[in-house]
Antibody
Framework: EVLLVESGGGLIQPGGSLRLSCAAS????????MTWVRQAPGKGLEWVSV???????YYADSVKGRFTISRDNSKNNVYLQMSSLGAEDTAVYYC????????????????WGQGVLVTVSS | DIQMTQSPSTLSASVGDRVTITCRAS??????LAWYQQKPGKAPKLLIY???TLETGVPSRFSGSGSGTEFTLTISCLQPDDFATYYC?????FGQGTKVEIK
């Protein structure tokens, strides 16, 4: 069974930093594309960042230069380091396995965590 | 960047209805389209990938079709469990969502 469990969310002041973690079991993060998606309260889904199996990383324009995705292969975890946070970053953040890969032949995000809430407010 | 536009934004329907949600891409995306279902407080669930292939375990009342720039998600006989918000996705871009609510 595949399980993705996010942690690290909470209330943070504007301009602050936070690191989210995604602990994976049942899949190996180093051999998969792993992605972060967020959803602001009452809004739709927004893709945030992806880390490829080869270590390449990509970001949405809205977070480029402020967020950093990484992974720890020994812990089978994926991380999202967020800095210079603003109210617009308030959202539930999900990690997911990303099948938009040349090899998958299918596309989509098939496994998701339960999400973690990040609230940016003074 | 390719933009994805869903219609309608909200759809009111009754149990047993056939419902169709449309997703339009700003340029041709071949068949690389996925659909998700999301219920309040829950993570999205992948329903369909590559336009028309049902993810394992998804009921056959769900179907997807289309190509190029216009795609549809159809629920043939709406069930109580189907009231939710649906999103299309091309690559890593989502549509804005369609809420299917009880009429």
């Amino acid at each position: 069974e595949v399980l993705l469990v996010e942690s690290g969310g909470g209330l943070i002041q504007p301009g602050g930093s936070l690191r989210l973690s995604c602990a994976a079991s049942g899949i190996t993060v180093s051999t998969n594309y792993m992605t972060w998606v967020r959803q602001a309260p009452g809004k739709g889904l927004e893709w945030v960042s992806v880390i490829y199996s080869d270590g390449s990383t990509y970001y949405a324009d809205s977070v480029k230069g402020r967020f950093t995705i990484s992974r720890d292969n020994s812990k089978n975890n994926v991380y999202l380091q967020m800095s210079s946070l603003g109210a617009e970053d308030t959202a539930v953040y999900y990690c997911a396995r990303d099948l938009w890969t040349p090899r998958s032949g299918q596309g989509g995000f098939d496994y998701w965590g339960q999400g973690v809430l990040v609230t940016v407010s003074s | 960047d390719i933009q994805m536009t869903q219609s309608p934004s909200t759809l009111s329907a009754s149990v047993g209805d056939r419902v169709t949600i449309t997703c339009r891409a700003s340029q041709s995306i071949s068949s690389w389209l996925a659909w998700y279902q999301q219920k309040p407080g829950k993570a999205p669930k992948l329903l369909i990938y590559k336009t028309s292939t049902l993810e394992t375990g998804v009921p056959s009342r769900f179907s997807g079709s289309g190509s190029g720039t216009e795609f549809t998600l159809t629920i043939s006989c709406l069930q109580p469990d189907d009231f939710a918000t649906y999103y299309c996705q091309q690559y890593r871009t989502f549509g804005q969502g369609t809420k299917v609510e009880i009429k």
